[in-house]
């Protein structure tokens, strides 16, 4: 079993929707985790970090079931530009590495 | 550009030979890491520094792969023998001590023909 594991995608859908992404992860000894954003060709950058309480940012909001070791994130109003892949993260057994799902491609179309 | 910077960018080579990319991570960041990437896959962590030390080598790298961290600044990761299937984007990434985000460079993407 893969350490994180995520909705296969893709998911496309209209502008202004809300969609919803999935992550499951393995280790219950994990103790951070984040969503990456990662454009076609690209390289990976920080969306949002994920806190227990759970957090929003704009459009995006992040919550964590530490209970069912779930992650998900929520786009709100969809635009164009949320256009990319969404790269579940969590940190590794060992506490340094992090690991990253395959990712969810994501298409928001006019 | 104080950002993650990768070197070279593209690496077209023939398969046997040896290859070196070279990472230069944000001044001060003490954590750097390397990360294999292939079409449809997330990235796949391959070793982790702390300044000049590494602690960490996924079972990913074998023993024809490298890396270096020599004075604690920038960082080398070498292919020895290459294979068609080391084709891949090879991303580096660093983070500072507060561990809150890893700052990921442009990668190197190695072809092996």
């Known amino acids: 079993r893969k350490e994180v594991e995520q909705d296969p995608g893709p998911f496309n859908v209209p502008e202004g929707a809300t969609v919803a992404f999935n992550c499951t992860y393995s280790?219950?000894?994990?103790?951070?985790f984040f969503w990456y954003r990662q454009d076609c060709r690209k390289e990976p950058k920080l969306l949002m970090s994920v806190y227990s309480s759970g957090n929003e940012d704009g459009r995006f909001t992040a919550q964590l079931n530490r209970a069912s070791q779930y992650i998900s994130l929520l786009i709100r109003d969809s635009k164009l530009s949320d256009s990319a892949t969404y790269l579940c993260v969590v940190n590794s057994n060992s506490g340094y590495a992090l690991n990253f799902g395959k990712g969810t491609s994501l298409l928001v179309t006019p | 550009d104080t950002g993650v910077s990768q070197d070279p960018r593209h690496k077209i080579t023939k398969r046997g030979q040896n290859v070196t990319f070279r990472c230069d991570p944000i001044?001060?960041?003490?954590?750097l890491y390397w990360y294999r990437q292939t079409l449809g896959q997330g990235p796949e962590f391959l070793t982790y520094f702390q300044n000049e030390a590494q602690l960490e080598k996924s079972r990913l790298l074998s023993d024809r792969f490298s890396a270096e961290r020599p004075k604690g600044s920038f960082s080398t990761l070498e292919i020895q023998r290459t294979e068609q299937g080391d084709s891949a984007m090879y991303l580096c990434?660093?983070?500072?001590?507060?561990?809150?985000?890893?700052?990921f460079g442009q990668g190197t993407r190695l072809t092996v023909v």
């Open positions: 001044s001060e960041h003490n954590r």
């Open positions: 990434a660093s983070e500072d001590k507060t561990n809150t985000e890893a700052f």
């Open positions: 280790n219950s000894a994990s103790q951070s």
